[in-house]
């Protein structure tokens, strides 16, 4: 993986195109530290953080036959991993959990020790923004060993909370529906400043129509996935597009990985 273009002082660009990508592990390495180049910034006290981070295809789609993995490549993964490793908690819809049959966070010893170092829980929860709770008790996600929270309302079935609390925390942001700024008060709440959300659509657009969403990361697949997929938002329209920089561009295999800052 290489550094195409960075607009981060820290990250100077691959001007000459060649292997000697910045950072790189050793003399001809094109291996970048994706630690520093999706390095956060210093947070403001009680403040915090949403990043998102999404697979493409050229043309706009984040899943082929529901799913998002055949999109992705082994540079994706380590990206989709370290992303995860710098966050303190992973933010995502209960569709998106469905679909993809999410699980706890993996993290590797090694690197539970660097997180406890910087400051960090050992592993990141996953936060379940679900306003009906419709979810199985007995899912993947519920068999780790840091209990996930379940961001919900009050409109919630009672008995379906109940089934829940057992395996999660549950917590209600909002009468009716969840409000996307209660569920960031409330993991802050907890000291989850870094969050890093992936989606589905309709919650990065929630995330984005409220003001809420710091950066995007993308990675653009070299696919062409055809019409009639999923895009990056989906729901109510907006009365005006919002307007993002640049931060980095890096590629490799054909993928470009592309961070964009509010």
């Given at each position: 993986?290489?550094?195409?273009?960075?607009?981060?002082?820290?990250?100077?660009?691959?001007?000459?195109?060649?292997?000697?990508?910045?950072?790189?592990?050793?003399?001809?390495?094109?291996?970048?530290?994706l630690d520093i180049v999706y390095g956060l910034p210093e947070l403001t006290a009680g403040i915090p953080h949403i990043?998102?981070?999404?697979?493409?295809?050229?043309?706009?789609?984040?899943?082929?036959?529901?799913?998002?993995?055949?999109?992705?490549?082994?540079?994706?993964?380590?990206?989709?991993?370290?992303?995860?490793?710098?966050?303190?908690?992973?933010?995502?819809?209960?569709?998106?959990?469905?679909?993809?049959?999410?699980?706890?966070?993996?993290?590797?010893?090694?690197?539970?020790?660097?997180?406890?170092?910087?400051?960090?829980?050992?592993?990141?929860?996953?936060?379940?923004?679900?306003?009906?709770?419709?979810?199985?008790?007995?899912?993947?996600?519920?068999?780790?060993?840091?209990?996930?929270?379940?961001?919900?309302?009050?409109?919630?079935?009672?008995?379906?909370?109940?089934?829940?609390?057992?395996?999660?925390?549950?917590?209600?942001?909002?009468?009716?529906?969840?409000?996307p700024a209660a569920v960031l008060a409330a993991l802050a709440e907890r000291g989850l400043l870094r969050v890093l959300t992936e989606?589905?659509?309709?919650?990065?657009?929630?995330?984005?129509?409220?003001?809420?969403?710091?950066?995007?990361?993308?990675?653009?697949?070299?696919?062409?996935?055809?019409?009639?997929?999923?895009?990056?938002?989906?729901?109510?329209?907006?009365?005006?597009?919002?307007?993002?920089?640049?931060?980095?561009?890096?590629?490799?295999?054909?993928?470009?990985?592309?961070?964009?800052?509010?």
């Open positions: 993986m290489r550094v195409l273009l960075s607009t981060d002082v820290s990250v100077p660009p691959d001007s000459s195109r060649n292997a000697h990508a910045y950072p790189a592990s050793a003399p001809g390495s094109t291996e970048v530290d990043r998102s981070n999404f697979v493409a295809s050229v043309d706009g789609a984040i899943e082929i036959d529901g799913r998002s993995g055949d999109l992705g490549g082994p540079a994706d993964l380590r990206v989709f991993r370290a992303l995860r490793w710098l966050a303190d908690v992973v933010l995502v819809g209960a569709g998106t959990v469905r679909t993809e049959d999410y699980g706890p966070v993996p993290v590797p010893a090694a690197r539970q020790e660097i997180r406890v170092a910087a400051g960090l829980a050992p592993i990141p929860p996953v936060a379940v923004v679900s306003g009906r709770l419709d979810l199985d008790p007995d899912a993947r996600l519920f068999g780790g060993a840091v209990r996930p929270l379940l961001l919900t309302c009050e409109a919630a079935p009672i008995e379906l909370r109940r089934a829940l609390e057992p395996v999660a925390d549950v917590v209600s942001c909002g009468e009716r529906t969840v409000e989606g589905g659509p309709t919650l990065h657009s929630q995330l984005a129509r409220a003001g809420l969403l710091d950066e995007v990361c993308v990675t653009l697949a070299p696919v062409l996935a055809g019409p009639a997929r999923l895009g990056m938002m989906a729901g109510a329209s907006w009365t005006a597009p919002q307007h993002l920089r640049l931060l980095h561009v890096l590629e490799e295999d054909g993928s470009l990985f592309l961070r964009f800052g509010r």
